[in-house]
Each structure stands twice: as C-alpha cells, then as structure tokens.
C-alpha cells in the first residue's frame, strides 16, 4: 500500500505541477498579450485556445490530476497515522478545490459566456473586458492553488522517506 501511495504521490505532483505551469504561462502573459490586441482579435484568439485546450493531453492531465487527488484523500484518511499524510491531505484538497473546482464552476462558465459571444460586436466587447477582469483573477487563484499543492505533495513524499 505505501508503495501505492507513493506512485499516485509522484504521479499527482507532477500533474499538479504541469497544471500549475499551465495557468503560470495564462496568468503572466498570454493573457496580458491578448489584453494589448484589439478587443475583438484578443477575443476570437480566446475563443480558440479554449477549443485547442480541450484536447486529450491537457483534460488528461488536469482531470487525472482530479481523480487522482479524490483517491489519495481518502488513503491519507485510512493512512492517517502515516508520516506525511496531512501534507497529502492539505495537497489534494487544494488541488481539487482550488484548480479543479474553480475551473469548473468559474472559468468554464466564463469560457462558455465568451464563446456564445460575437468579437465583432459591442456586446462582444463587453464580455471580453468582464472576462479579461474575472478569468485573469479565477486563473491567478488556480495557479496559487496548483503550485501549493505540488509543493504539499513533494512535502508528503519527503516526510514518508524520512
């Protein structure tokens, strides 16, 4: 079992961390870079990331990440007396709420706002400066929350091989 638990461990850390640097690159430039185009050109360029995005490799990740996190919080709960299993713990919970979660219930929606809307239009426009104000900031939260808990997790590992 704690050979288990370490893999997943590893495996969620590292997901954690590419999720982290995922949004990192979103919060410091592509985002600022699409702020300085044109609204209507910015839009429609965000408009196809958020179709790009959605391909095997990042949901892969991002949700594996997610599944991952549910299944090593309840064996830190089982395994509780275990050295390192609040760090797990504190890891994954972070992890689901504040990467998963936000983006479910916050970017998404964002995402699905922006996309029914037309760059080209006033509208548009509107949609795109309340999107570049609340994403940005749901984007920030998840990538704190993406590198807290790859951080906890590493922490969780170094405190089990002691």
Known sequence: MNQIVFYLTLITAL????????????????????????????????????????NPLFLGVFAGTALLSLILAVLSLIGWNTAGSAYLLAGVVIYFVGSFVVTMALNVPLNNALDAADPTSFAGEGVWNNYLRNWT?????????????????????????K
């Open 137 to 161: 900031f749901w984007n920030h939260v998840r990538t704190v929350a993406s590198l807290a808990s790859m951080t906890l997790l590493i922490l969780a590992l170094i405190d089990r091989s």
């Open 15 to 54: 997901g954690s961390g590419l999720i982290a640097g995922t949004f990192f690159v979103f919060s410091v430039a592509i985002m600022e870079a699409l702020r300085r185009l044109p609204a209507n050109t910015g839009m429609a360029a965000m408009q196809s990331i958020n179709v790009v995005i959605q």
